[in-house]
C-alpha cells in the first residue's frame, strides 16, 4: 500500500460541513468562518516512548491524539470544526492505522469535526494533529484575563491519569478494583469540548489542565500578572488519590494530583457573580465543576494544605525538555 | 531550558498581522480572513532519515521546513499568512535550535508570516509545520480543473534536488563547479509564491512538484478526469541533467528529471488562450515558465522522448510508503 493508497483508504471523507470549500486530496484544504466568526487554531505532537507507549492500543490512541486538540480548543472557548493528521509510522502497517483511524474518527464523529488534509510519512512513530475551532468574534477565552477575586475552579477530578502512570510504573499500587477507571482517564480522556464553549462570556480565563494544575495555573497566573492562594483539601480527585495522600505515599498523590498531567480537565476562573452561573453549568453539562481556590493581587501561587497551612514545596510540573 | 523558556526565547514573537487576534502562547491562536477572503491551510511532517539527514544544517533545514508548505500555498493560489510550528527534538540544543529558527525566521519575514502557535517535545527529530494561506473566495487553484487542450507549465527547472541526492550517495558523478548550484536546490528550495498568487485566474489546475514530475502530474489527470501527453525535451533541467542524460547515466538522469522529487516547482494547466499571459507572468517575476505538453481527453499520461517515440517505461514517483 502506498502513501495515496494510505490516504484513499484511511483519510479521505466525504466533505460534512458547509464552510469547507475544498477537504481531503489537494495541495490545502479551503475554509472560512461564517460573517463574525473567528477560528481558533491549535497542535500538537505525540511521539512514541513519550506520550505514548509502543504498546499503546491503537484505537485509544487515536481517540486521544485527537482528544488532546479538541481540550485546548475547550480551553479557548471554541466550538471545534475542522482537523488535520499527519503522521509518521515506521511501516505501513493497515490493521494498526485501521484501528488507529476508528478511534479518531468516533470521536471526531462525536463533536462533528472533520478531517480536511493531513501528511503521512514513514518515521519514528508520531502524530501530529492542527484542530480547528470557531467562535463569535472576540468571546476567546484567555488565559489573561483572571483579576483578584475571581474564583479558582476546575473541572471533574484531577490526578487519575498520573496514579495509572505510576501504577503502570509499579510505584505505587491501588485496589485492583480501582484500576480500569485510572486507567480510561490516561488512555482515553474525555475533552471538556461542551463545558468550554459553554465557558463564553462565564470564565475570565480559562487553559486546560495537561502538564499539572500547578503548572498549568502558573501560566494564568503569569499572563494574567495576578497570583494564587488555592486549597489542596478542596481539589476534587478519585477516592483512591485520597486515600494514598492520607497514607505513606502522600509525596507521589500530591504529585498526581498536583503536577500529574494528561488531565485534559478545564482549569478557569470567573468573578464571585459569575458563581450561580458555574453552578447551573456544572449542574446542565453534569460535569463536576470546583471551587479551589482565588486569584490574588499578589504574585506567586501558595497552596494551603489540609490544616490550612502554607505547603513548603511544590511537586514540579510534567516539562518536555527536562 | 525547560519546554516554556524553549517557547519565549525561540518561538515567542511580536504580533505582526491585524487579523492575527491571539498569537503563540494561548491554548490556540485567533484568527479571521478579511470579508470575502478564505484560508488555506496544510501540513506536511519532515522526518530525520527520510527527509533530511541526520547531520544537515539546521539553517538550511529551518528555511526548508517552511518551503515546502509555503510551496503546497502556492499550488492552491494563496498567500501565506500564518504558520504553526510543532518539533520533536532528541534533547534541547540550544545553538542548533537557534540556527534552524534563523533559517525559519528569514524566510518567513521574506513572506511576511507570522508564527501563531506550535507545540515542542522530547522525540526523534521532527518538525510539523502547518501552514495558512488567504485568498479571495473561490479563487483556489484546485487540481481538479484542467480540460483536455489546456497545455501544461512548469515553473523553473526540474530534477536538480534529485540529482544533488545522487550524488551525494555516490551514486552518480557531476562536474564539481556544478554541485553547489544542485545542492541549494535540495537543501534550501524557493516556494514559488508570487507565482502561485499570480496563477489565480490564469491556471486550470495546479500543484507543487514535490513527489517527481510524473507522479505529481497524475492527481491532476485524475483530479481532472483526463490524460496528458508530455515532451521530454520539453521538460526544462540543468545543463548537468541535460548532459547526463544524453550518457550512459540516463535511467539516472530520467529518473531525476521524471520522479526525483523535492523540486517544489509549481506544474499547472492553462488554456491556450492564457498563453500570454502565462508568458507576461514568466517575464514579469523572472521565472521560466516552460510549456511541457497539453492535456488530452484520453486518459492516461504518455511521454515523448527527443525522437517523438512514446517512452515505454517511466521511472516511478517518490513513494513515502514505498
Known sequence: MNEFEVIERYFRRPPRNGDVRIGIGDDGAVVAPAAGMEYVLTVDMLVEGRHFAAGADPRQLGHKTLAV????????GALPRFVLLAGALPVAEPDWLQAFMRGF????????????????????????????GELPAGTAITRGGANPGDTIFVSGRLGDAALALAVA??????????LPALQRRLDAPEPRVALGVALRGVASSALDVSDGLTGDLRHIL?????????DLAAIPCSDAL?????????PLALACLLAGG??????????PAMRERVDA????????????GAITAEPGLAIRDEHGAPMASLPHAFDHFA
Chains 1, 2 share one sequence.
Open 105 to 132: 474518527d468516533a470521536l471526531a464523529a462525536q463533536y462533528d469535526v472533520e478531517l480536511i488534509g493531513g501528511d503521512t510519512t514513514r518515521g519514528p512513530r508520531t502524530f501530529c494533529v492542527t484542530a480547528i
Open 262 to 271: 494528561d488531565d485534559y480537565e478545564l482549569c478557569f476562573t470567573a468573578t
Open 169 to 178: 510504573g509499579r510505584r505505587v499500587e491501588v485496589d485492583p478494583m480501582l
Open 281 to 292: 453549568l456544572a449542574h446542565a453539562l453534569s460535569v463536576p465543576l470546583t471551587p479551589i
Open 242 to 250: 485520597r486515600a494514598l495522600a492520607r497514607g505513606p505515599q502522600r
Open 69 to 76: 486538540n479538541l481540550s485546548d480548543l475547550a480551553a479557548m
Open 222 to 230: 503569569d499572563a494574567s500578572r495576578v497570583g494564587a492562594t488555592i
